[in-house]
């Protein structure tokens, strides 16, 4: 190319709205789903106008961030999802040819195509808004084998007390021993 032609052009570049990055939900968000937004972003075109058909799979995702677990990106699909910043337009699918579809997003900080034909362009809804202000709790995944694993292995080490001793009413001084397990009785019934 000659230079005129690249003279006062951009290198190019991702860029983010200063409106959202200054919101609650957007510093609530894990770094990890934040970088997984700006790889997101990245597809968009301002040209193409192709907003509601942004797609971006697992394992591209996974190479382009050098993350080495699967499950955290799934996570921050879901991180991004719950506070307001993408919106899933088609789930993912096997296609006809036996090759697998990623699902297609839209950025909901960006217009859309909207309306009968799909022709119009939408307002940007901005969801993130509109975030109630609790935090993003993950269940599912390797977060919640991980919690099931520490739970029964808790419930499993917990001792099981069978015999509860009651101290002499009389007897004013108690050995330590007694104490003990009148402590643990006590924990026993409270559970």
């Given at each position: 190319?000659?230079?005129?032609?690249?003279?006062?052009?951009?290198?190019?570049?991702?860029?983010?709205?200063?409106?959202?990055?200054?919101?609650?939900?957007?510093?609530?968000?894990?770094?990890?789903?934040?970088?997984?937004?700006?790889?997101?972003?990245?597809?968009?075109?301002?040209?193409?106008?192709?907003?509601?058909?942004?797609?971006?799979?697992?394992?591209?995702?996974?190479?382009?961030?050098?993350?080495?677990?699967?499950?955290?990106?799934?996570?921050?699909?879901?991180?991004?999802?719950?506070?307001?910043?993408?919106?899933?337009?088609?789930?993912g699918s096997l296609g006809v040819d036996?090759?697998?579809?990623?699902?297609?997003?839209?950025?909901?900080?960006?217009?859309?195509?909207?309306?009968?034909?799909?022709?119009?362009?939408?307002?940007?809804?901005?969801?993130?808004?509109?975030?109630?202000?609790?935090?993003?709790?993950?269940?599912?995944?390797?977060?919640?084998?991980?919690?099931?694993?520490?739970?029964?292995?808790?419930?499993?080490?917990?001792?099981?007390?069978?015999?509860?001793?009651?101290?002499?009413?009389?007897?004013?001084?108690?050995?330590?021993q007694q104490v003990i397990r009148l402590q643990a009785a006590l924990e026993?019934?409270?559970?």
């Amino acid at each position: 190319m000659s230079r005129r032609k690249d003279k006062g052009r951009l290198a190019p570049f991702v860029p983010l709205d200063k409106e959202m990055m200054n919101c609650p939900a957007w510093r609530a968000t894990s770094y990890g789903a934040r970088w997984l937004y700006v790889h997101l972003k990245q597809q968009w075109s301002f040209k193409r106008k192709n907003n509601s058909y942004i797609h971006l799979s697992q394992r591209d995702a996974q190479d382009e961030m050098g993350c080495k677990h699967r499950d955290s990106i799934s996570r921050w699909f879901r991180e991004l999802e719950y506070y307001g910043f993408i919106v899933m337009t088609e789930p993912g699918s096997l296609g006809v040819d036996g090759k697998g579809k990623a699902p297609h997003w839209r950025l909901t900080e960006i217009e859309a195509p909207g309306g009968r034909n799909g022709n119009t362009l939408m307002l940007p809804t901005k969801d993130y808004l509109k975030w109630n202000g609790v935090r993003f709790q993950d269940q599912q995944g390797a977060i919640k084998r991980t919690r099931e694993w520490r739970r029964r292995r808790v419930k499993a080490t917990t001792p099981i007390i069978t015999e509860v001793v009651t101290p002499d009413p009389k007897s004013t001084d108690l050995d330590d021993q007694q104490v003990i397990r009148l402590q643990a009785a006590l924990e026993g019934r409270r559970r």
